[in-house]
């Protein structure tokens, strides 16, 4: 009764952080969804093309800076766990210290970024442009999101994840009324979508700012440079965040690689298989609704010590994640069509579609361990190891099946080691979990 009871306060502290984390998490591709929607009714699929590439080039560029924010709520976290009230305000103040010199450099280089962009990326000349056009539009949203990095991430360590969540809905609220003015009234095309999300997120981070001073002004302290660039609490955080940032520079790269070679495929192809990702992206934000709250008690219990309530969340985080990939497959399974007609009514697109449906159905299965074990290593800062299981999964196993496959089998081959590339990295972190989260609490 006792153990049962104790597993109940464990499940609720879950869904307390995992609802509002669903909530904001599955606004998140709403960003991409709605630009997706303006451009797939506009009279060609190069817009839907262009957007994609250009998305590609932001996901690749954050990625290397995501770091911010899941480094930002491990550290947060164990200092929360463990009531140490001066690192706790201080995992926030690195964070920030690191995120101004990004943000500089980022709008400094964006001349040679937009070039390199260019001569990766593969596609028509049409969409090409049209995504370099996306890009230099949005790139001034980049203060405002690398900012959100550091603050969202604190407040999800500090096991407060409603303020991310109202965050993400205004973002979404202003992103699809600026879009569709700028897009509809004034015939901006990839010009106006981008500019809203400029918008949408200056506006998200105004909002932050107002909502840690007004909840959490009484932890602000008088910054001591001795104490924020103390050299062992620095080299701890670069060392963690150097490899969460070496997995996800992975992770994204692999996207980008899969939609790199979409577009060799044409520009249908690549229409299509940007429409199937977004099935993949809504499953995976609504998945990581768990995995955040995975970040923050995870981190909470091993600041803590406290290895049966580690043990604990981490089971119930993994049925959880499981549980939740089922009614998406069966969603996914009855009416397939009807989420693809949301996204484009071209009828070419609805028809050369249809092969690939299988993907979106079996995808939720495949890929929840994944997003789950992610959440748990971050809030662990096990970092060596989630970048350790990333590099196996990417140079090991998805980069040998998309040559061995895709050669024979076509975009059938590139989804199917899209789906290897998955099952890698929920099955080498399974298998990696007691040595490096439950042993070293």
């Known amino acids: 009764m006792y153990l049962c009871k104790k597993e109940f306060q464990v499940n609720k502290s879950i869904l307390k952080l995992a609802i509002p984390n669903i909530i904001s998490n599955i606004t998140i591709p709403l960003l991409g969804l709605v630009d997706m929607i303006l451009m797939g009714h506009l009279d060609s699929a190069i817009y839907i093309g262009a957007i994609a590439l250009g998305g590609t080039i932001f996901s690749v560029l954050y990625s290397f800076f995501s770091f911010l924010r899941a480094g930002t709520t491990g550290f947060t976290a164990q200092s929360y766990g463990n009531d140490d009230k001066t690192e706790i305000i201080y995992s926030l103040y690195r964070s920030i210290s690191i995120g101004i010199p990004i943000i500089i450099l980022i709008l400094s280089l964006q001349i040679p970024i937009a070039k390199l962009s260019g001569l990766l990326l593969d596609g028509s000349i049409e969409v ?8 230099y539009v949005r790139i001034w949203a980049a203060p405002a999101n690398i900012l959100l990095y ?16 109202f965050i993400a809905i205004l973002i979404n609220v202003m992103n699809i009324i600026f879009s569709f003015i700028l897009v509809i009234i004034f015939e901006q095309n990839v010009k106006g979508v981008a500019l809203g999300t400029v918008i949408a997120q200056y506006s998200g981070l105004t909002l932050a700012i107002v909502m840690l001073i007004k909840n959490y002004k009484s932890y602000f302290v008088k910054i001591n440079t001795k104490i924020l660039f103390d050299i062992e609490k620095m080299k701890r955080f670069f060392k963690v965040n150097r490899d969460l940032m070496i997995r996800s520079f992975l992770l994204i790269i692999s996207i980008a690689f899969f939609t790199n070679q979409s577009a060799k495929l044409g520009n249908n192809i690549l229409a299509i298989n940007m429409i199937l990702l977004q099935s993949f992206y809504i499953f995976s934000y609504f998945t990581d609704g768990f995995a955040y709250a995975g970040e923050a008690l995870v981190g909470k219990f091993v600041g803590s010590k406290d290895k049966e309530n580690l043990q604990k969340v981490i089971r119930l985080l993994l049925i959880w994640g499981f549980s939740i990939s089922i009614p998406f497959s069966i969603l996914y399974a009855l009416s397939p069509s009807t989420f693809v007609k949301i996204i484009s009514d071209n009828a070419e697109i ?7 449906y299988i993907y979106m159905i079996i995808i939720p299965l495949i890929t929840f361990a994944a997003f ?5 290593y971050i809030g662990a800062t096990a970092s060596k190891a989630i970048r350790n299981t990333m590099i196996i999964s990417t140079i090991f196993v998805f980069i040998p099946s998309w040559y061995f496959l895709m050669p024979r089998f076509g975009n059938h081959g590139l989804w199917i080691a899209f789906l290897f590339f998955m099952i890698a990295r929920g099955v080498s972190m399974s298998l990696m979990y007691k040595k490096n989260i439950i042993n070293n609490c």
């Not at 609805?350 to 690939?356: K, M, V």
Request: proline content about 6%.
């Open 350 to 356: 609805l028809s050369e579609i249809q092969p690939y």
């Open 372 to 376: 789950i074990w992610d959440g748990i």
């Open 150 to 165: 550091c603050l969202n991430g604190w407040f999800v360590g500090m096991q407060n994840t409603k303020i991310p969540m």
């Open 128 to 135: 090409k442009e049209l995504a370099i056009t996306y890009f």
